[in-house]
């Protein structure tokens, strides 16, 4: 089972910046992909970007142009700098993993949330 650690969340003022920064730990054949969603209040939890093993990104389109999302493989670490923020992106931010834990046992896990707050 994988243990996702979150970090980085926080208040801010529109127009700020914030960075999220996840470690995975635990029982892990092989990372694949790892990214972020979120989830506002009376919404659904919805993507904001993922990144492949290999190095390809996927972003939600209210996040294109000022979110970026980078990992460093040797850390387990997924990171999410997000710019230009506003208050529309106050969400929780989930941390999401997919992963092997063995050579064909495919599993997903998830942070327990880390809270961006955007002031207007």
């Known amino acids: 089972q994988v243990h996702l650690v979150e970090s980085g969340g926080g208040l801010v003022q529109s127009g700020g910046s914030l960075r999220l920064s996840c470690t995975a730990s635990g029982s892990i054949f092989r990372l694949n992909a790892m990214g972020w969603y979120r989830q506002a209040p009376g919404k659904q939890r919805e993507l904001v970007a993922t990144?492949?093993?290999?190095?390809?990104?996927t972003y939600a389109e209210s996040g294109e142009g000022r979110f970026i999302i980078s990992r460093d493989n040797a850390k387990n670490t997924v990171y999410l700098q997000m710019n230009s923020l506003k208050p529309e992106d106050t969400a929780v931010y989930y941390c999401?993993?997919?992963?092997?834990?063995?050579?064909?046992?495919?599993?997903?896990?998830w942070g327990q949330g880390t809270q961006v707050t955007v002031s207007s």
């Open positions: 990144l492949t093993s290999g190095g390809r990104a």
């Open positions: 999401y993993a997919n992963y092997l834990v063995d050579l064909t046992s495919v599993r997903q896990g």
